[in-house]
């Protein structure tokens, strides 16, 4: 018999079975067996793109889970680390982790930085569907709005910079 519900394998970490439709989870790690985990990660599943990063030493990992970003773990705990004011037409939702020293979690109306133990940083809510985020580069996360034109804010505070 095939089991069908939905998984989430995480290299390293271990795997998070949903028991029931926005339910708890199972976790399945290689010293650790979880039988009931809560923790919204039904929400990964019913979301979108599904953007998840994994730390590189495999120590912890984050979802997006549409309102709010979890933290996981190989202890199989699932915390909410940020909540997140998306836009209410999903349509208009854009998200992703982009690439930087330490985790960045770009959404639609702003981004969440964590630290390198995946810890909620700092977070901006204020942009706007036309502002957009080109790169990270030199300590700074760009963006660009035809509006606005081109500035950056401050990787490990936040601070909006100019973008010379």
Same mark, same amino acid.
């Given at each position: 018999?095939?089991?069908?519900? %939905?998984?989430?394998?995480? *290299?390293?970490? /271990?795997?998070?079975?949903? %028991?029931?439709?926005? =339910?708890?989870?199972?976790?399945? /790690? ?5 039988? $009931?985990?809560? =923790? ?8 979108? %793109? ?11 990992? &984050? &979802?997006? #889970?549409?309102?709010?970003? &979890?933290? /996981? +773990?190989?202890? /199989? ?5 940020? #909540?997140?004011?998306?836009? *209410? ?18 959404? !639609?109306?702003?981004?969440? #930085?964590?630290?390198?133990?995946? *810890? ?10 036309? *502002? ?12 660009? %709005? !035809?509006?606005?034109? +081109?500035? $950056?804010?401050? &990787? ?9």
């Amino acid at each position: 018999m095939q089991d069908h519900r %939905s998984k989430l394998d995480v *290299q390293g970490i /271990g795997t998070w079975i949903l %028991s029931a439709p926005k =339910g708890k989870a199972e976790f399945i /790690g290689e010293n650790t067996y979880v039988p $009931a985990v809560c =923790g919204n990660i039904w929400k990964f599943f019913e979301g979108g %793109s599904k953007p998840k990063f994994v730390d590189p030493h495999c120590r912890f990992f &984050l &979802l997006d #889970a549409v309102d709010e970003i &979890l933290r /996981g +773990d190989a202890t /199989g705990e699932l915390k909410t680390v940020a #909540a997140i004011n998306r836009e *209410q037409d999903s349509g208009l939702r854009r998200s992703a982790f982009v690439s930087a020293p330490v985790p960045v979690f770009i959404f !639609e109306h702003g981004l969440l #930085a964590f630290d390198s133990d995946g *810890q909620l940083r700092w977070s901006r809510n204020d942009l706007k569907l036309d *502002q957009f985020f080109t790169r990270v580069e030199k300590g700074r996360i760009f963006y660009h %709005s !035809e509006h606005r034109g +081109d500035w $950056a804010f401050d &990787l490990s505070t936040g601070h909006c910079k100019t973008a010379d």
